[in-house]
């Protein structure tokens, strides 16, 4: 008897053994050829088709996929170049969530086979990121529509960050790079509430927007507090010119106790735009009709 029973743990075991030997072997890079044949020859002719089979090996609607057979099918559907851009967008809201950002990044690598203009899938593709990917996926796609300068994409970058606040810095980091003072009112916000690391990132995105954008930064340089109007202060210096002149003059004359290195700074470019402004002027005068 006691013989019998402790055989009894190792007969239970069994079942789960042979279960264990006749589970399905990961594909070999033949196998996931083979796959990536089959779905193409099975979808016909037609661009489209193909590119949607190749999405559901790669990403596969019930979440689970071979990794073999997922990546030679990624491989397969990058390599479509702009022929599978549409597809890849409209992938980006359908496959499951925790395939999006790899979605996002076959997109972007599409694009060393684009041959002059971009598809016009291209830049909604990586929109559809913003309103519908997982966090990674959207830090993708903030980083190529920086790149892209994709103006149209402002308003689903604040709001990702809205929904996110952890991406926050990015997503400001991303208005700043695509240059549109349309987003002046939100950095602003931020600039004068955030905390002290995001109103940094505001500051340098409002300087490097230039133009109206740099009214909060003029504003802020007023302001009583004073890690506020110095960080705004450092931001604007690299950008300023004459129309900030007064500002820099103003901020000096206000306050005389604050970091003396940067009210250097400040002095140093007052001075660099007299000088430019001198040379304008005598420009501007030698260019000016002369009566004989």
């Known amino acids: 008897m006691r013989r019998f029973t402790a055989l009894v743990p190792a007969l239970a075991a069994l079942p789960l053994l042979c279960a264990a030997s006749h589970a399905p072997a990961p594909a070999t890079r033949i196998d996931a050829d083979n796959a990536v044949r089959a779905a193409l020859a099975a979808a016909g002719t037609t661009t489209k088709l193909q590119a949607e089979a190749l999405i559901r090996l790669a990403w596969p609607p019930d979440g689970q996929r071979d990794p073999a057979v997922g990546a ?17 967008g409209d992938a980006v809201v359908t496959v499951p969530p925790k395939y999006r950002a790899e979605v996002v990044a076959s997109i972007i690598e599409a694009r060393q086979y684009f041959v002059g203009p971009f598809p016009p899938e291209y830049v909604p593709a990586l929109e559809s990121a913003l309103w519908f990917g997982t966090r990674d996926a959207k830090l993708l796609a903030f980083d190529e529509l920086a790149r892209m300068r994709d103006a149209g994409a402002c308003l689903a970058v604040m709001d ?4 996110d606040p952890e991406i926050l810095p990015r997503a400001i980091d991303t208005l700043g790079a695509i240059g549109d003072d349309r987003a002046r009112f939100f950095l602003a916000e931020h600039l004068n509430k955030g905390t002290p690391a995001v109103r940094e990132h505001a500051a340098g995105a409002l300087a490097r927007i230039q133009g ?9 340089i007023r302001s009583d507090n004073r890690e506020l109007r110095e960080m705004s202060v450092r931001a604007l210096l690299p950008v300023a010119n004459e129309d900030q002149l007064g500002d820099l003059y103003e901020y000096a004359a206000a306050r005389p106790g604050d970091d003396p290195a ?16 001198e040379v304008k002027r005598q420009a501007d005068a030698a260019d000016a009709p002369h009566d004989f």
């Open 160 to 163: 990702s960050a809205v929904e």
């Open 212 to 220: 109206r954008a740099l009214d909060p930064l003029r504003a802020a």
């Open 72 to 88: 030679r099918a990624r491989q397969e559907i990058v390599g479509f170049g702009p022929n599978g851009i549409g597809a890849l």
């Open 262 to 277: 940067l009210l250097a700074s400040v002095r140093d470019t007052t001075q660099q735009l007299e000088r430019l402004l």
